[in-house]
């Protein structure tokens, strides 16, 4: 049974990655989950200087799922390549690192800095809805989402993966457009902008007002965005998107993912990123399924 | 391996003030670790609740490995805890936070609403030290009901206060420090922010250590997804920035450590 896959020449023992911004660098999830297990550990977003993020409340429930504005708080480059690299190089995973930034010039200092790094892929965030500069700025407008990653491909020595916004008209636009540009896979979807009010206190429910809706009641439509894009380009798809179990991961698989990343899931069961290796695995051998590639887009 | 998420046997849970709950669940692995201070995070049957509810440590038993939780129904979560009673089965995750330090020898604990349950575990602990009933100042704040006062009064000089004036003095903590001179070498407290923030004044201006526990929205529970933070005086060595995480280098901070 073969659970491998490949993401632009980079192998995964298998297809489970995690979605930045909801398990750190791995290091608090490390002491609920064998890191080795994973396909690949996704990184939360780094920049060029420390950010300090958004004012709390950060984060609302809602129904099926929940919606943070964490305004991609970060320690800087300089700490990462120093502290977390080194504590994942310990690891039998592959290294995805999404880098945030409010400029092109701070995305092209974090991807050169991290060129001599020991990281497997870079991940792009142009997708972030609650930073008032950068982020989805380059994201919902497929000229801005091409130059950009031009510009950074023409610096990074890694593959570079475009992780693209939902909160666009028509998805294969985008995918299209980083594709054209040279990217070497795409991950989709980010949060969906949302808000919620709190009605007892008159107020809005995270501090920053808006915020990325995320988690189960999302899944459906990530599933559609995944299917449109993965038939939109001929670069692997990372998928996610309110994944709460194996099967959910198997339906973006399904629906043309090559890879899966595990977010919101991971604040109700810091367990769930391993049930769901093995849960994938428990259907490959139910089903029959020699090789998972197998099974990528095969819905159609 | 300190921490972990297990079903945990319900022995008991009743209502002891109105909508204030006393939770007790035989979760034996945490119960061992569990320092006080700390918090469990709690999940919720209804998977339309994802994320798990903090709740701090009202007692802890380490020979029956029980944890003792006390809560106020505040929304959905809460709700559906207050259902529950012996034999039923819950979701923890714990245990969680930093806890308080016990460096004191004429403690002056301070709780607010439900910020009272996690100082009961607090003073049985400075007694069980072998610091004197006198020595330890309890003032417990109230809207107007009062709940867990007797169990202080085992180990500690309790004094009570509530907004409406119905139980003890009328006014707020720092009301029955001044009406009853209460002094120590070190300031226990966790409540509302609007009171952290006045004892933590008030700490500053006396001269006075304070230690407070802090509370904010909580999703991962555990340092990763940086939604609970609050504002540190100085950059933090883990963030590189002005803030540090609730729920793993607090809920407990010195009170001079943090902007509130």
Same mark, same amino acid.
């Given at each position: 049974m073969n659970t491998k896959v490949n993401i632009a020449g980079v192998e995964l023992?298998?297809? /489970?990655?995690?979605?930045?911004?909801?398990?750190?660098?791995?290091?608090?999830?490390?002491? @609920?989950?064998?890191?080795?297990?994973?396909?690949? /550990?996704?990184?939360?977003?780094?920049?060029?200087i420390p950010w300090a993020g958004n004012p709390a409340p950060r984060i609302a429930e809602t129904h099926g799922g929940m919606m943070n504005a964490i305004g991609l708080q970060?320690?800087?480059?300089?700490?990462?390549?120093?502290?977390?690299?080194?504590?994942l190089k310990t690891k039998d995973t592959k290294i995805i690192?999404? /880098?945030?930034?409010?400029?092109?010039?701070?995305?092209?200092?974090?991807?050169?800095?991290?060129a001599d790094c020991p990281v497997d892929l870079l991940e792009i965030n142009v997708?972030?809805?609650?930073?008032?500069?950068?982020?989805?700025?380059?994201?919902?407008?497929?000229?801005?989402?091409?130059?950009?990653?031009?510009?950074?491909?023409?610096?990074?020595?890694?593959p570079v993966i475009m992780k693209l916004s939902p909160n666009v008209t028509d998805i294969t636009?985008?995918?299209?457009?980083?594709?054209? =540009?040279?990217?070497?896979?795409?991950?989709?979807?980010?949060?969906?902008?949302?808000?919620?009010? +709190?009605?007892?206190?008159?107020? @809005?429910?995270?501090?920053?007002?808006?915020?990325?809706?995320?988690?189960?009641?999302?899944?459906?439509? =990530? /599933?559609? #965005?995944?299917?449109?894009?993965?038939?939109?380009?001929?670069?692997?798809?990372?998928?996610?998107?309110?994944? #709460?179990?194996? +099967?959910?991961?198997?339906?973006?698989?399904?629906?043309?993912?090559?890879?899966?990343?595990?977010?919101?899931?991971? @604040?109700?069961?810091?367990?769930?990123?391993?049930?769901?290796?093995?849960?994938?695995?428990?259907?490959m051998q139910e089903n029959n399924v020699e090789d998972i590639n197998s099974l990528i887009g095969c819905v159609d | 391996m300190s921490k972990v998420k297990i079903r945990a046997e319900v022995v008991s849970c009743k209502e002891i003030a109105e909508e204030i709950f006393d939770l007790?669940?035989?979760? $034996? $692995?945490?119960?061992?670790?569990?320092?006080?201070?700390?918090?469990? &995070?709690?999940?919720?049957?209804? &998977?339309?609740?994802?994320?798990?509810?903090p709740i701090s440590l009202c007692g802890i038993d380490k020979e029956k490995g029980t944890l003792r939780l006390v809560y106020r129904v505040v929304g959905k979560g809460t709700k559906e805890f207050s259902g529950l009673s012996e034999g039923y089965y819950i979701d923890v995750l714990g245990p969680l936070g930093n806890g308080f330090e016990l460096n004191s020898e004429r403690p002056v604990i301070m709780g607010g609403g439900i910020?009272?349950?996690?100082?009961?575990?607090?003073?049985?602990?400075?007694?069980?030290?072998?610091?004197?009933? $006198?020595?330890? *100042?309890?003032? !417990?704040?109230?809207?107007?009901?009062?709940? !867990?006062?007797?169990?202080? *009064?085992?180990?500690?000089?309790?004094?009570?206060? *509530?907004? *409406?004036? %119905?139980?003890?003095? %009328?006014?707020?903590v720092l009301d029955a420090v001044k009406e009853y001179k209460i002094s120590g070498d070190m300031i226990y407290a966790c409540g509302p922010t609007p009171m952290l923030r006045a004892i933590k004044n008030y700490a500053e201006e006396n001269n006075v250590k304070a230690q407070i526990s802090l509370?904010?929205?909580?999703?991962?529970?555990?340092?990763?997804?940086?939604?609970?933070?609050?504002?540190?005086?100085?950059?933090?060595?883990?963030?590189?920035?002005?803030? %540090?995480?609730i729920c793993k280098d607090g809920p407990v901070f010195y009170a001079e450590e943090v902007e509130i």
């Amino acid at each position: 049974m073969n659970t491998k896959v490949n993401i632009a020449g980079v192998e995964l023992k298998n297809p /489970v990655t995690v979605a930045s911004g909801t398990f750190g660098s791995g290091m608090e999830y490390s002491e @609920f989950v064998d890191l080795n297990l994973l396909g690949a /550990v996704t990184t939360k977003g780094v920049a060029n200087i420390p950010w300090a993020g958004n004012p709390a409340p950060r984060i609302a429930e809602t129904h099926g799922g929940m919606m943070n504005a964490i305004g991609l708080q970060n320690p800087g480059i300089d700490t990462f390549c120093e502290r977390d690299i080194p504590f994942l190089k310990t690891k039998d995973t592959k290294i995805i690192v999404n /880098v945030c930034g409010k400029s092109t010039e701070d995305y092209i200092e974090v991807v050169e800095k991290l060129a001599d790094c020991p990281v497997d892929l870079l991940e792009i965030n142009v997708s972030c809805p609650n930073v008032k500069e950068g982020g989805i700025a380059f994201g919902q407008d497929p000229k801005a989402l091409y130059n950009i990653t031009q510009a950074i491909k023409a610096r990074a020595k890694q593959p570079v993966i475009m992780k693209l916004s939902p909160n666009v008209t028509d998805i294969t636009v985008m995918a299209k457009a980083a594709e054209a =540009a040279g990217a070497d896979a795409i991950s989709l979807i980010n949060t969906l902008t949302g808000m919620k009010i +709190d009605i007892k206190k008159r107020c @809005f429910a995270v501090a920053n007002k808006t915020a990325g809706v995320s988690g189960p009641a999302i899944k459906p439509i =990530a /599933v559609r #965005m995944v299917y449109q894009a993965s038939h939109a380009v001929k670069i692997p798809v990372i998928g996610m998107g309110g994944i #709460m179990c194996a +099967d959910d991961a198997i339906e973006f698989i399904m629906a043309g993912a090559t890879a899966v990343a595990v977010g919101t899931a991971n @604040f109700h069961n810091p367990y769930v990123t391993a049930e769901i290796i093995k849960g994938i695995e428990a259907y490959m051998q139910e089903n029959n399924v020699e090789d998972i590639n197998s099974l990528i887009g095969c819905v159609d | 391996m300190s921490k972990v998420k297990i079903r945990a046997e319900v022995v008991s849970c009743k209502e002891i003030a109105e909508e204030i709950f006393d939770l007790v669940i035989k979760a $034996e $692995e945490i119960a061992k670790e569990a320092v006080c201070g700390q918090f469990v &995070s709690l999940y919720t049957r209804d &998977s339309a609740t994802l994320l798990p509810r903090p709740i701090s440590l009202c007692g802890i038993d380490k020979e029956k490995g029980t944890l003792r939780l006390v809560y106020r129904v505040v929304g959905k979560g809460t709700k559906e805890f207050s259902g529950l009673s012996e034999g039923y089965y819950i979701d923890v995750l714990g245990p969680l936070g930093n806890g308080f330090e016990l460096n004191s020898e004429r403690p002056v604990i301070m709780g607010g609403g439900i910020g009272i349950p996690p100082m009961l575990r607090l003073t049985k602990e400075f007694s069980e030290k072998g610091i004197k009933k $006198e020595d330890i *100042s309890v003032i !417990l704040g109230y809207r107007d009901e009062a709940f !867990l006062a007797d169990e202080f *009064s085992e180990y500690a000089t309790v004094y009570l206060t *509530s907004d *409406s004036g %119905k139980i003890g003095l %009328k006014g707020n903590v720092l009301d029955a420090v001044k009406e009853y001179k209460i002094s120590g070498d070190m300031i226990y407290a966790c409540g509302p922010t609007p009171m952290l923030r006045a004892i933590k004044n008030y700490a500053e201006e006396n001269n006075v250590k304070a230690q407070i526990s802090l509370e904010e929205r909580m999703a991962c529970g555990i340092g990763a997804c940086l939604a609970c933070v609050c504002d540190s005086k100085d950059i933090d060595d883990h963030s590189k920035v002005k803030n %540090k995480r609730i729920c793993k280098d607090g809920p407990v901070f010195y009170a001079e450590e943090v902007e509130i």
